[in-house]
């Protein structure tokens, strides 16, 4: 078997560090060799024109929902969705699938329904349930690289909330086995009063999650934190009113992350339609002014990046006939419009791409606990995305690659045009499609 040669791709607008330089990458196997400034193209070198080459997306906050719930969604069209918006590297949330991923049988499960049907690399995240403390460590050695918990009701009864017990059982186990433990940071407080009004107005299902729920949690979670020494992530940041304490934990030395998503950044709880529940999520979207704040966060280093929570589900759970945020799944379905929306949203606010790549590349990776993706450096993997950032489309759902077209984007104009993907230094995504056969992998340990 030959080796195939070298790679030499040459772009105008290299993402590296703090801003675009023009050069080469050169490509020797799986990795990066070496990039090499240069002012024009060689004779050898695949000229990427006005595209701009940055690393490829890693998205750590995917519910693919396979094995049991593929009618939602599955490995085949989110990893399809996933690599024709710029993502290389996923990683799956243990719900909503069936079993969830809170034992090693069911992990098993897991391991063996995604087989052959990766367009992109996964990474698999476990669950924190009341009882399994005994199935983290061999979870780990499977290949779990952290777990996810919730702090209030799920949305699906095989998934149980944790309360503080439950966590003071497992945090320290998780912090043994140097893994993250992710949190759905919300707790059910008593209302200041109870939520009424139209089902149809998005304000009614605002006022049920207020965002004390989230400052509550957040605030217990760093005090956890505190007492175990185990490392927390906070998932889906959505209430500015918790960044304060994360920024104070963060000062103070604790191992603690956050992240926001796309739609807490790029939507506004004001411009919400009534009945338009394809808007639903948990914790909400919220207000222009507490968007605002999320923003300045991420550009101070206490939201840490930024990930979808591709959350799908089928269109009739949103029940699209009554319009009623009340009854209907919260769940956003984006994995394809990640990087297109924030980066639309980001320059409209004056942030350039590098920081665009920084907050959706190296910052996940980083809670992966893997160093090699996300630069474009000698040694690094060679998950590489062509995109021109100036390039506007408008979002069709029936064109997306998501296992079903209902998407709060739809009828937006994005900037941010993905052509052509690496994934481990061969073409997976070439003019906007897709080619060949899927060639991703399961990354365990």
């Not at 000229?47 to 693919?64: E, R």
């Not at 209302?191 to 006022?207: K, N, P, S």
């Not at 998932?235 to 920024?247: I, T």
């Amino acid at each position: 078997m030959h080796a195939d040669p070298p790679l030499s791709l040459y772009s105008r607008h290299v993402l590296r560090g703090d801003g675009p330089v023009a050069g080469r990458v050169v490509v020797e196997g799986e990795r990066i060799a070496r990039f090499e400034p240069a002012a024009r193209p060689a004779a050898d070198d695949v000229d990427l024109g006005a595209s701009w080459l940055m690393p490829g997306v890693v998205d750590t906050h995917v519910h693919i929902n396979e094995p049991g719930r593929t009618a939602w969604e599955g490995f085949v069209t989110a990893t399809s969705a996933a690599a024709l918006g710029g993502v290389t590297t996923l990683a799956d949330m243990p719900l909503n699938s069936d079993p969830v991923t809170t034992s090693l049988a069911a992990l098993e499960a897991k391991i063996a329904a995604a087989a052959g049907k990766l367009r992109v690399d996964c990474a698999l995240w476990g669950g924190v349930v009341p009882g399994n403390t005994a199935e983290l460590k061999p979870m780990v050695e499977r290949g779990i690289r952290g777990f996810k918990c919730f702090t209030c009701h799920s949305g699906i009864d095989d998934f149980p909330q944790v309360e503080e017990k439950h966590l003071l059982g497992a945090m320290p186990v998780l912090r043994d086995l140097g893994r993250p433990l992710l949190v759905h940071a919300e707790l059910e407080l008593p209302l200041r009063a109870a939520a009424h009004g139209d089902v149809r107005d998005y304000q009614t299902y605002l006022h049920s999650r207020p965002p004390e729920w989230e400052d509550a949690a957040v605030a217990m979670m760093i005090d956890l934190c505190r007492r175990t020494g185990c490392r927390v992530h906070i998932v889906h940041l959505s209430s500015a009113g918790a960044l304060p304490l994360l920024k104070a934990a963060k000062a103070e030395g604790l191992p603690i992350t956050a992240e926001t998503c796309p739609h807490y950044l790029c939507l506004t709880a004001e411009d919400i339609p009534p009945g338009a529940t394809e808007f639903k999520c948990a914790p909400p979207i919220r207000e222009g002014h507490n968007r605002d704040r999320l923003w300045a966060a991420l550009a101070d280093g206490t939201l840490d990046f930024v990930v979808t929570d591709h959350s799908p589900c089928i269109p009739s759970l949103k029940l699209p006939e009554t319009g009623d945020f009340m009854q209907a799944w919260g769940g956003i379905a984006s994995l394809q419009l990640g990087l297109a929306s924030v980066a639309t949203e980001a320059r409209r606010r004056g942030f350039d791409i590098a920081r665009v790549s920084r907050w959706m590349t190296a910052g996940p990776a980083a809670l992966l606990g893997w160093h090699d993706h996300g630069a474009i450096s000698a040694g690094a993997r060679a998950d590489l995305v062509a995109w021109d950032p100036d390039a506007a489309f408008e979002v069709i759902g029936a064109k997306l690659a998501h296992r079903h077209p209902t998407t709060p984007y739809a009828g937006r104009r994005l900037n941010g045009v993905v052509q052509h993907v690496w994934l481990r230094g061969r073409p997976v995504v070439r003019d906007g499609a897709l080619l060949g056969e899927p060639a991703g992998r399961l990354l365990l340990g």
